[in-house]
C-alpha cells in the first residue's frame, strides 16, 4: 500500500491519521471517501481537480466516492446580507448548481454506481430535532470554532460573523459521521472543519476519517491561488484552446509547480522542466508547450494536445499576426529586450520601455517576456508585439564588417 | 395606566420599551405575559417572588401569564461536563419538576384558564426543521452572543463556553416570538436573552415585548442575592415560621429594602420602619417584628401572621428558655450589651467579648444584638443568652443609694 501512499504523496501537504489510512488500504474494504461541496454555482479549476485526481486514483482501486451536495446548509445562506461567504439560493438553484457540478466533476471521476454516490446533506438535517443539534452543539466549545483561521482573520479585520457561520464546521463535521466517512480530500482551508468530523466519529464511537490536505498553487498569475473573481485559474471546462493558452501564459516559475501538481509527468521530467524554464527564452517556451501538451492530453487526449500545439505555433508565430506589419531591421547590437524595445521606440524613454516590459505587454514569438534583460535571438525573422496593436518583423542585421 | 405602571416601578430597576408599555395597557387587549423558566428543581424564593407579584398585579387587571417551561434547552443539558450552568435531566426529571414549578408558582399566581396558560418549548423546537434553527443563527452575530455578561465572565476567568450554552439566548428569544409575547419580567440576568426576543420580533416583524427587569435584594444574611447554595433566602414553600425567623434575622439595614419589595405596605410605613430600624436594639426588633408578619401575611393570611408574631415572642422570651437558667443581678451602672456580657463573664477579656458580639453569638430577649454598644433596658427581666448553652436571667439592681 506504500506504492498507493506515495502516489498521494505526490499532492499531498498533510494527512491526519496517516496510520489508520494505512490500516484502511491494507484491510481490503472499499473506502468511503467523502467529497463535500456547497451548492453555489461551480467553476472547477485545475486546482480543485488535485483533489479529485486523488480520488480517481483511489477509484481505479475499487474505493467508492461519496459526493455530498451541502444543500442544507446553502439553503440558509445569508439573511442578513452581511456576510461574504454565501448568498441564498432557491432549491432549482441548487439542483442546477449541483446538476453542473456532476458534470465539471465527471470530467475527472467515474460516475459509475460501483465507485460513486451521489448524497446531500438534508438528508439527515431534513429529519434531525432541533435537541439532537443542540446535543452536537454540547460537544465543541466556541473557543474551538473561533480558533479557525478564517473566523481570527475576520474577527482581526472587525468583520462580523454571523452564528450560522460560526456552527458551519459543526454541520460540516457531523456530515462525516452521517455519511460513514473513511478519508477526504480537501484544500488546506477545509482542515479544520474536517478535523471536527474527526472530533466527532471518535465521540459518537466511529472510526475517525483520515484527513488529506492537498497542495495550494498559486494561479496563473503567480499570485494569489486560483480563483473565479482574480480571473486566475485554468477551468476544468475551459476548452482545450484556453487551457493551453492560460498555461503558456504562466511565469517561467510556476512551471515546475504546475507540472508537478497538474500532471502525471515522471518527476524527473518535472525537475527537467523546471530547470529548462528558469533558463528564460525559448527553453522557457519550450517548456511550457510541454506542459500545456501534458495537461490538455489529462483532460482531453493526446491528439487534442497535438491540435492545440500545432495551433499555438502557427498562431504565434505566422496566422494571428496581423497581416500587413512593418518589417524592421534592427542592429547586430540589439541583444535584449529591452535593446528590443529601444530599437523599436527609439524615442521613448528607457523607463517607460522598462515599464512596458514588466507589465507584461511585449511578446516575442509569441513568448511574453517580462525580464528586461533576457536574451532575443534575431538570426531568424522574429515577430515582436510591444503594445496593443504595436507588432513588428524583425530582422537582425547581420553584424557590420570593417571595410 | 400611569397608576398600573407606577405600582410596577416600585420594584422595578430597568423598562425597556416604557412607550409600547403604556400604549399596550391602554389598547385594552389582554396582554400575553411571558414567565419562562428552565426545568431543572425549583425552590422559588422571595427574590422570584417579586417578579410573580408583579405578574398578579396585571392578572388582576385581566392580562394573561403564559408559564412557559424551556423543556427542550433542559433536555439538552450538558454531555460534556464540563459547564457549570445545567445538568442534564430525563423527562421524568422534567415533568416532575414542572409539577412542582406549578405549585410553588400558584402561591402567588391565578391559575385559572382565563389569566393562566402552560406551554413548552419543546411545542416548537419539536417540529422546526434544522434549516430553520440556521435561519434564526444568520440574524445574530457571534460578537452579540459573546457580548453577554455571563460569557465574558466566563471568558476572563479561562473557563470554557459549550455551543449549545452559546446559543441558548437564541433560543429563549425566539421563545418570544412564538408564543407571541407581549410583556416578560425577569431578574436583570435576563435582560440580554430577552432583548434578543426583541430583536426577533423585530426581525420577523412582531411588535417587540417590552421588557421589564426587577430590583435585586440581598440574601437574608445582607450579602450576594438569595440563592439554594448560600442557604440565605427564603423560600415561597417556607412555612410561616420558617419565614417568620428567617425575616427576623436579617441585618438591620435590610428591613427597609425587604418591606419595599416584599411587602406591600404604603411607601410612608416602609420608610418609618426603615428608621426604626436604623435606631437597633428594640426598635428594630419591632420593625422586623413588623416585617415578618407583613410577609406572612401576604403569602398565608393575617391570621397565620398572628400565630406566629404571638410563637415567636413566647419562644424567645420565655419557652424556648431552658426551665432552669440561673438568674443574675446586675449592677445598675450596666448599660450595653458589652457591659451585659461583661458582668455575665467577668474573667473573659474584652476583645473575646467583643467577638462573641460581633459573631452574632449573643441574644438579649431574643433578639440578636450585634453590636456592643447598644443600649439594654433591664427594668424588667430579660434572657440573655451569651453562647450556645450559656443563658441567664439578668435583674438590674436598683441604683444603691448612699446611706
Redesign the interface.
Known sequence: MNAVIDRLRRTTDTVVGEDDLRERLDSGRPLRIKYGVDCTAPDLHLGHAVNLWMMRQLQDLGHRVVFLLGD??T??????G?SETRPVLTPAQIDANAASFLDQVSLVLRTDADVFEVRRN?EW??V????E???L???????Q??SRDM?RERVAAGR????????YP?LQGYDSCAMESDLTIVGSDQLFNEQLGRHFQQRLGAPPQVVLTTTITPGIDGRAKQSKSLNNYIGLTDSPRDKFGKLMSIPDSLVEPYARVYTELPLDDVAALGDAASTGGPAARDAKLRLAAAVVTRYHGAGAARTELAAFRRTFTDRAVPEDIPELAVPASVRTVLDLLRAINPSASNSSLRRLISQGAVTVDGIRCQDPAAPVDLTTPTVVRSGPRAWHRVVGEPPRRHR
Chains 1, 2 share one sequence.
Do not use: K
Request: charged share 15%; glycine share 6%.
Open positions: 442544507l446548509t439553503r440558509v445562506g445569508d439573511p442578513t452581511r438534508s438535517y431534513d434531525m430535532p432541533v435537541a443539534l443542540l446535543g452543539f454540547a460537544q465543541v466549545t466556541q473557543a470554532l473561533m473566523f462580523e460573523i454571523a452564528v450560522h457561520e460560526l456552527v459543526v
